[in-house]
């Protein structure tokens, strides 16, 4: 297999040329203290992370959406972000985050790479998706909507928010925390292989919908044309979207999520059939109606933030038909090749991606908050 990758990536190569394969900007560095992988982490929670909020019994439990709420394309930092941002205004807050994530376990962190796609896809990287349920304000807010009922890492941004509030009252918003939190899970579960800096910035929002859920955040049965319309529409292309699609390297998936539209005998796919019986066997008793079994969401280096997903999708060894769907475009299946023989590309690529996406929608002073507390948004 590894020849056949090598052929077709190099031919991909040529053919994409600097589109598939950009390199981080300089400067785009870690910093101190890179993290270094724990010998045997406990296995993520899950990308869908698992919580114990139900999640929908099939996929028909998402309707068809309409389509995404459309955003400006971005510049790559986002508009007024800047690297260093709280240098001069609270020194510590990056290290403070950093820190806070560290002592997560590995589900945890893999539920805030999570966490910050969620946010950055509903309202733009607001923390809009942090702001809890208010009877006199907003009973319904993003975090019960059916995509976030599994969402994960919320304790760890309220502990990093507490400690920054701590050293710096009124100063680093919950978005900021958010995209670092982000950055700082992917750094730890690829060793610090996926490594670069996070401007900051954000302001707070103050709106949080959950009907704004289904619309713009994509299902896991959605197929390469809605996956591309639904990045594009916040200002990502497809490069992009392949890229990041390398998070579902890590954490475990409710059978539910998969299993009506990916498993038979009620629907045949393309998935590899000894991997498809596997999975039967490990979802059975969700298909009898009992606990809804979560299965490891890639089955060799489930604790890794690596490129082994993208092997996988060659594969066919994959739960979700949007990850499948990424072998049914010529131009996504060149870069599922790419990202498979190169990880060093990808990990510059996801990098990158997770920049850019954490530009999306920004709020500024003019139409946002510096929240006191990240589940609330500030009293008069």
Known sequence: MATKLAVLATLVLALLGPVSCQQQQAGYGYGAGSPTPTSSPPPPAAYPPMTTSPTPSSPTAYPPPPPPTPSPPPPAAGAGLSVG??????????????????????????GLVRLFFHDCFVQGCDASVLLKP?????????????????????????????????????????????????????????????NFTMPAGRYDGTVSLANETLPNLPPPFADV????????????????????????????????????????????????????ATLQA???????????NTV???YRTPDQLDNQYYRNVISHKVLFASDAALLKSSD????????AFSQKLWQDKFGQAMVKMGGVQVKTAANGEIRRMCGYVNKP
């Not at 990056?94 to 945890?108: K, L, M, N, S, Y």
């Not at 009877?135 to 928010?161: C, H, W, Y």
């Not at 996504?332 to 990202?339: C, E, I």
């Open 85 to 110: 941002y709280y240098k001069d205004k609270c020194a510590e807050a990056e290290t403070i985050v950093q820190e806070a994530v560290r002592a997560a376990d590995a589900g945890t962190k893999a």
């Open 134 to 194: 208010d009877n006199d304000t907003n009973p319904q807010p993003e975090m019960l909507g059916v995509p976030n009922l599994s969402l994960r890492g919320f304790e760890v941004i309220d502990a990093a928010k507490a400690a920054v509030e701590a050293r710096c009252p009124g100063v680093v918003s919950c978005a900021d925390i958010v995209a670092f939190a982000g950055r700082d899970a992917s750094a730890f579960l690829s060793g610090g292989a996926i």
């Open 296 to 298: 490891v969401q890639d």
């Open 225 to 276: 044309r809605r996956l591309k319309a639904m990045f594009a529409a916040k200002g990502l292309d497809t490069v992009d979207m392949v890229a990041l699609s390398g998070a579902h390297s890590i954490g475990r998936s409710h059978c539910s999520s998969f299993s009506s539209d990916r498993l038979p005998p009620s629907n045949t796919s393309d998935m590899d059939p000894a991997f498809a």
């Open 282 to 292: 490990s979802c059975a008793s969700s298909a009898n109606g009992a606990a809804d």
């Open 332 to 339: 996504t299946l060149g870069l599922v090749y790419v990202a």
